[in-house]
């Protein structure tokens, strides 16, 4: 007999016993508690997070609001109405939820029945197979290629009558890389539901937004995480065919978004100017970055088009050298999986973080690249 055949244990979904949990980034303080080093000291580069922040109009709206007290537009007017003109589709077609995340969960609700297929296109954004399994859906990895673009004709091997969803982030997380828009083409025409994640667009410049209305099958998600510096209100958005939209506003919580991320949201498309300033900066920052990575003989870094760049340890251990910087106070992302071995995955900060990093790699890289 199991120990999970007695109690409330033997109520629970028997699915859910195997799911590993989502391993998530932690907050600065925590960060800085961990290292021993003041918050001040802190250089957080493991979140893709904006390191100028959000706008300064979102914190004034946000600190005079006087209506706290009364529940959100569970129709989401206004964050749908200011969307349309920065999209450039319907309002109709747009649906907003608690980060990009959260409507990732409800487009696999609204899909899948037990045991029905989700591609996962790996290495990508770990949240496809956990809302999938979350779901009840069965995770079908299809690894990337070398240059980690996708593999459509082993895509197209793998879909069957079961298949129902398949996930493609453009830019990719953590490689950094666009998916052709001819290859996405390519995959909406199979009949699935084909999900391009488009978390980095505001880095990239790619989208496929425009052709939503031309295919029902075909949906666009965006974030106001990382290219707006909201990623703490937890605020994105999806453009989706009508019939998928009125189906997910119907089964969404009534008030999934919160009242200061739509105050938030309406803030940030009335400052454009300044927050393309902010991603024009990451933008060249994201270049000088990448050069003097290249100029570390025991790095690879792949070229990005997002605000990340992800850097192979071709000399040394990517563990230590992750030790390293933590002691340092410097946070990045590592990963040693079947598709990423002994990798480091970089967000773009500020130039002055950039020389924090690099001073500090040249010092740890010389004593575990010998």
């Known amino acids: 007999m199991s120990s999970h055949d007695e109690g409330i244990e033997k109520m629970i979904r028997g699915d859910l016993w195997g799911l590993e949990a989502y391993q998530p980034i932690v907050p600065t303080d925590v960060l800085s508690e961990r290292a021993g080093i003041p918050i001040k000291g802190v250089i957080k580069l493991d979140g ?12 004034d709206a946000l600190a005079n609001y006087p209506f706290y007290h009364i529940y959100p537009d569970p129709d989401q007017s206004e964050v749908r109405q200011a969307l349309e003109g920065y999209v450039g589709v319907g309002a109709e077609h747009i649906v907003a939820g608690a980060g990009s995340d959260e409507l990732i969960d409800l487009i696999l609700r609204l899909f899948l029945e037990p045991g029905d297929r989700v591609i996962n296109c790996v290495p990508t954004f ?5 809302c999938t399994e979350v779901c009840g859906g069965k995770v079908v990895d299809v690894p990337r290629d070398k240059s980690h673009a996708i593999d459509i004709a082993r895509v197209k091997e793998e879909i069957d009558e079961k298949t129902k969803v398949i996930f493609i982030a453009s830019p ?28 980095y667009y505001e880095f990239s410049g790619v989208t496929v937004a425009p052709l939503v209305p031309q295919y029902e099958n075909l949906i666009v998600l965006r974030s106001f995480s990382k290219w707006a510096g909201l990623a703490g209100l937890r605020i994105g958005y999806g453009i989706f065919s009508t019939v998928i939209a009125e189906q997910l506003l119907k089964i969404k919580q009534p008030y999934n978004v919160n009242l200061a991320a739509q105050i938030a949201v309406r803030e940030s498309l009335s400052d454009i100017d300044y927050l393309k300033s902010t991603v024009r900066a990451i933008i060249a920052e994201r270049e000088r970055l990448f ?77 575990h690249s010998a």
């Open 126 to 130: 770990g949240m496809y197979p956990f």
């Open 48 to 59: 893709n997070e904006n390191p100028y922040g959000c706008s300064p109009k979102v914190k």
């Open 172 to 199: 990719n997380n953590p490689t950094g890389n666009i998916t052709p828009e001819r290859d996405i083409l390519e995959l909406v025409k199979t009949g699935k539901v084909v999900v391009v994640d488009e978390a």
């Open 291 to 367: 050069d003097k990575l290249k100029g570390l003989k025991f790095l690879k870094p792949w070229p990005s088009r997002a605000n990340f760049i992800l850097c192979a340890v071709v000399k040394g251990d990517a563990q230590m050298i992750h030790e390293g910087l933590q002691k340092k106070g410097i946070f990045v992302r590592y990963f040693d999986t079947t598709l990423l071995r002994n990798s480091l995955r970089i967000s773009v900060g500020k130039p002055e973080h950039t020389d924090a990093l690099i001073e500090a790699l040249r010092e740890i890289g010389g004593k």
